[in-house]
Nanobody
Framework: QVQLVESGGGLVQAGGSLTLSCAAS????????MGWFRQAPGKEREFVAA????????YYAHSVKGRFTISRDNAKNTVYLQTNSLKPEETAVYYC??????????????????WGQGTQVTVSS
């Protein structure tokens, strides 16, 4: 099991940027696919971005493609989500998740076993 702690959330104006971080402990993330999800009040948790264990393959939700970038530093055991041109409707709690690398990289929540507590992102209009 890997423990995940997200940080970097906050209040930002529409069009602004935030860099979210996910620090892992307990195990090295080099053997994990990593994902970012978000959940707005009253809505289902939805996929945002994912990175294979090596960082060689990335997936993005259509709504964030071209604006968000997932990256990872396995030496620092940290995953990042750079978010640009944020929109008010992207206000949500953003979660980091880890799934074993023997599973194919996926967008479904079921492919990830370990989750962080989330970091709040609020985008004002």
């Amino acid at each position: 099991q890997v423990q995940l702690v997200e940080s970097g959330g906050g209040l930002v104006q529409a069009g602004g940027s935030l860099t979210l971080s996910c620090a892992a402990s307990g195990r090295t993330i080099s053997t994990y696919n990593m994902g970012w999800f978000r959940q707005a009040p009253g809505k289902e948790r939805e996929f945002v971005a994912a990175s294979s264990w090596s960082g060689g393959t990335t997936y993005y939700a259509h709504s964030v493609k071209g604006r968000f970038t997932i990256s990872r530093d396995n030496a620092k055991n940290t995953v990042y989500l750079q978010t640009n041109s944020l929109k008010p409707e992207e206000t949500a709690v953003y979660y980091c998740a880890a799934g074993p690398s023997y599973r194919p990289l996926a967008v479904g929540k079921g492919s990830y076993d370990d989750w962080g507590q989330g970091t709040q992102v609020t985008v004002s209009s």
